[in-house]
């Protein structure tokens, strides 16, 4: 629910982004919030962004989001056209693990991503990563379990389908300590 009630939803997707994330030199001020669109989250869930924010005083999660900071320093740059990437994202990605000292990565991935998956899995163990991987089928839940009628079946009635499931991709993964 917003912290404004009767306000449009959040649309940061139509923003051109100025008011969150402005150019501007290191004393300049910031542009004033009364500046965001309408359907700004910032405008419409203060209270919501305030209690977020508040995260950041665990020391874990502070050292998490300096690192991060650090690691997008680190891999971009701006040229005459812009900001651009220095690194592919997998690149990025094994670096800021690295900075981390991250040992083990989980990665939750979709059944039609399977190749891709192997191959993520395959770049990180050769980089020293102990990769846990959990495919979106696992738990083998049907969809009648979650009432889908069997003319929703992507592939016909007649066959038997799993659902993606997240809930449990997510579980494991934790369960696995990653």
Known sequence: MPDQP??????CAKCNGDVCYPRIKVGDPLPALKEAPEFCPMRNHQTTIKQAMSEYDKTSV???ARLASVQ????????ADGIRTRFPRLEELILFSQKCHYEKLGMAFCAGLRQEARAVTEILENKGFHVVSVCCMVGRAPKESIDIKPQEKIAGPEMEEM???PIVQAELLNAEGV
Do not use: G, I, K, Q
């Open 6 to 11: 009767n306000r449009p939803l959040s649309s």
């Open 62 to 64: 502070r050292e998490f």
């Open 72 to 79: 997008e320093a680190e891999c971009y740059e701006v040229t």
């Open 163 to 165: 659902m993606c499931n």
